[in-house]
């Protein structure tokens, strides 16, 4: 699936302030590896049904066993082996007898400890993928999960370390157990760790999509195979807030155009950034905040939200905004699926120039069969316009004021709205007596 930067970060997949991102969301993962192979993944959502369903397998799969998730192994073990390597020590001895143990210990009393530290480390790390391999070695996993058990298998097929294996977590070492493991470790075991990392920082991202399934009871959505965009979620919510509101929301070439209205702050983008995200999230092989989510491939997401200025270029806000049209435009005229989420087009002009201008690209887009549209807008009044075209429907979130404040239901209700708030909340915060006082 095709996601540009401008959509990762209008749909706060990624985020510079990291605990506002969906990825912080979902990050659960106990490594710095898998957390850095989950952001990965999270950068590639899939283009084709069956890496998702795999994924989506992968992830029931864990999900129903991760009560017995290996503990053993966490970001110190990882750490602490990877000093191992990259530290200089003196060589340690191959020979365990007791003279050479004593004298080692005795002389190189600092590597010595580095090693009794280490071998430790390595037991916890070789005992949790020993676990993995059970875990995930079962006849209904996908492919990948018994290739990944084969391997652990192969590369733990080891004398010294099926030896390491026997060592129960707490227990603890001689001093020749050390330098007979540490020699081992040392000489003989670095390109397998490598390889045993790889495997398990790719099982720690998808652990920690399952957690988050777990955690957020996210389901998993239903992909229905059509050569035709499709979307149809029941009580869909956006995954970052922590009181959310659910919708429901359907589009299918029947209806392939929601125009969305309603005053600021009624929940406009909210809707659209949640609905974005779980599409997002589904072709991942994610579970999705929704009670229900049925829809087709997309070959991709475009968004056009937080459109910005830039003064080192001398572009203006208007001038980013039409840019950003073009490119959508450019884009979905290719004949695939794409999902357009599209927040208060044309911002940056005057109310007349932005209605032409809105007219222009809705009457344009509406000609794109193969893609699925929201746009929401404070022009309520192109909205009659609209209504000839039976592909659009229309959509608002009403505002009530009651007792001078306002009333928010942030629910999606048939029609178009004609709210215009602006002058009221300036007034209920004061900001026009506090202009009066001047």
């Known amino acids: 699936m095709q996601i540009d930067k401008t959509t990762y970060n209008d749909l706060s997949v990624f985020n510079a302030e990291e605990e506002f991102s969906v990825f912080h969301k979902l990050n659960f993962t106990r490594t710095g590896g898998g957390k850095e192979w989950l952001r990965w993944m999270m950068r590639e959502p899939f283009e084709e049904l069956n890496k998702i ?23 110190g073990t990882m750490m602490m082996m990877e000093r191992f390597y990259d530290t200089a020590l003196d060589p340690i001895p191959h020979s365990t007898d007791f003279f050479n143990t004593r004298l080692y210990k005795a002389l190189h009393s600092v590597d010595y400890g580095l090693v009794r530290y280490s071998v430790t480390h390595f037991r916890d ?14 006849p209904q996993a996908p492919a990948k999960l018994q290739l990944f058990a084969s391997r652990i298998r192969s590369l733990l097929l080891h004398q010294q370390l099926q030896e390491l294996l026997k060592k129960e977590p707490g227990q603890s070492f001689s001093i020749k157990e050390n330098l007979y493991y540490g ?14 990392s790889e495997i398990f920082y790719q099982l720690d991202a998808w652990y920690s999509m399952a957690r988050a399934v777990q955690h957020y009871r ?34 299918s070439p029947k209806t392939n155009f929601l125009f969305l209205t309603g005053a600021n702050m009624a929940g406009k983008s909210t809707f659209i950034k949640s609905l974005g995200v779980a599409v997002y999230l589904a072709h991942l092989g994610m579970g999705v ?46 004949g695939k699926k794409w999902l357009v989420l599209i927040d208060e087009l044309f911002k940056g002009t005057n109310m007349q120039d932005a209605m032409r201008c ?45 007792n001078d404040k306002l009333e928010f239901s942030y629910q999606l209700k048939d029609g178009i709205s004609n709210d215009r708030l602006g002058y009221f909340i300036l007034k209920s915060e004061k900001v026009v007596e506090l202009l009066e006082q001047l």
């Not at 397998?57 to 192994?73: A, E, G, M, N």
């Open 358 to 402: 809105s007219l222009a690209v809705i009457k344009g887009l509406i000609r794109i069969k193969g893609s699925l549209f929201i746009l929401s807008t404070h022009l309520y009044e192109i909205g009659d316009e609209m209504k000839v075209y039976p592909t659009i429907s229309f959509k608002y979130f009403e505002t009530n004021i009651s």
């Open 125 to 138: 790390f070789v005992w949790g993928m020993q676990q993995l391999a059970v875990l995930i070695d079962a």
């Open 289 to 334: 905040p929704a009670e229900k989510l049925q829809l087709s491939l997309f070959d991709g997401i475009l968004s056009n939200i937080n459109v910005e200025d830039n003064i080192v270029k001398g572009e203006s806000y208007f001038f980013n905004e039409v840019q950003r049209i073009k490119k959508t435009i450019l884009t979905i005229s290719n």
């Open 53 to 75: 369903l795999d994924t989506q397998k992968i992830i029931q799969l864990i999900v129903s066993r991760i009560d017995q998730w290996p503990t053993s192994i966490t970001n």
């Open 218 to 251: 996210l389901t998993f959505p239903e992909f229905v195979v059509s050569d035709e965009p499709f979307v149809k979620a029941d009580k869909i919510y956006h995954i970052l807030l922590p009181q959310p509101v659910s919708y429901d929301i359907e589009l």
């Open 183 to 196: 020699y081992f470790l040392r000489n003989a075991f670095k390109t397998r760790l490598h390889e045993l």
